[in-house]
C-alpha cells in the first residue's frame, strides 16, 4: 500500500517561512494536496494538483512537488496559519490517500 | 455557493448499523466525486469511500468490506452504510465533493469542498 510521510511537527516565527513536506515513493509523479485543519472546524484545501492554489486561499501559500518529495510553503507565516496540515494523494491501488498530518507552530 | 450537509450520526452499540446521509447543494451534482473521509478527534484524517460521476465506488481496504457507499442524483445526496460497527469506527464522518468533472480520472481529482461532519460514537 502506498504510504506518506511528514513531520510531525514544524515550528515557525510569526513573518518567516514555513515548509512542510511530505514524503512518498515516486511521489512527483502524482498530483498532491495540501488541507488545514483547525480544531471545530471542517478541513479547508489549501493546495492542489501541486500547485494549484483556490482562489480564496492568500497567495502566501505554495507547493512543489518533485522526486519523493512535495513541500508545502508558507510565506510572511501568521499566527491565525497555526493548524494541522496534511497532504494527499490518488493511488491506484491504495486510491485516496492521507499523510498522518503535521502540527504547524507559530511562535 | 456549494454547501453539503451531513445528517445521521449518533450513539450505536458495537456490532450496530447507522446510515449517513449528505445533501448537497450549489452545483451540479451528478458531475463530481463525492467522498467520505473520516477523522477521530484529535487524530488525522482517514478516507473511507468514494463513488465518482459513473457510479464506479471505492472504499478504503480497511473498512473489510463493512461499509457501503451510494449516490442518488436526483436528490442530490450521497449515503454511507455502516455495518458492523466497531469501537474504533468512532469519528467525524464529512461528506466531501471532488473539484474535477473528468470522466473515470480519479487520479487527476481533488477534495474541493467538505461538509461540517456528522459524529459516529460507537460504544456499549
Known amino acids: 500500500s502506498f504510504e506518506l510521510t511528514q513531520p510531525p511537527s514544524v515550528s515557525v516565527s510569526p513573518g518567516q517561512t514555513a515548509s512542510i513536506t511530505c514524503s512518498g515513493d515516486y511521489l512527483g509523479n502524482k498530483y498532491v494536496s495540501w488541507f488545514q485543519c483547525k480544531p471545530g472546524q471542517s478541513p479547508v484545501l489549501v493546495i492542489y494538483q501541486d500547485t494549484k492554489r483556490p482562489s480564496e486561499i492568500p497567495e502566501r501559500f505554495s507547493g512543489s512537488n518533485s522526486g519523493n518529495t512535495a513541500t508545502l510553503t508558507i510565506g510572511g507565516t501568521q499566527t491565525l496559519d497555526e493548524a494541522d496540515y496534511y497532504c494527499q494523494v490518488w493511488d491506484s491501488s491504495t486510491h485516496v490517500v492521507f499523510g498522518g498530518g503535521t502540527k504547524l507552530t507559530v511562535l | 455557493e456549494v454547501q453539503l450537509m451531513e445528517s445521521g450520526g449518533g450513539l450505536v452499540k458495537p456490532g450496530g448499523s447507522l446510515r449517513l446521509s449528505c445533501v448537497a447543494s450549489?452545483?451540479?451534482?451528478?458531475?463530481?466525486?463525492m467522498y467520505w473521509v473520516r477523522q477521530v478527534p484529535g487524530r488525522g484524517l482517514e478516507w473511507v469511500s468514494s463513488?465518482?460521476?459513473?457510479?464506479?465506488?471505492y472504499y478504503a481496504d480497511s473498512l473489510q468490506g463493512r461499509f457501503t457507499i451510494s449516490r442518488d442524483n436526483a436528490k442530490s445526496s450521497v449515503f454511507l452504510q455502516l455495518s458492523s460497527l466497531r469501537v474504533e469506527d468512532t469519528a467525524i464522518y464529512y461528506c466531501?465533493?471532488?473539484?474535477?468533472?473528468?470522466?473515470?480520472?480519479?487520479?487527476?481529482?481533488?477534495?474541493?469542498?467538505w461538509g461540517q461532519g456528522t459524529l459516529v460514537t460507537v460504544s456499549s
Open positions: 463513488v465518482d460521476r459513473s457510479t464506479t465506488v
Open positions: 450549489g452545483f451540479t451534482f451528478s458531475q463530481f466525486t
Open positions: 466531501a465533493r471532488g473539484g474535477s468533472t473528468l470522466i473515470r480520472r480519479p487520479d487527476l481529482d481533488w477534495i474541493e469542498s
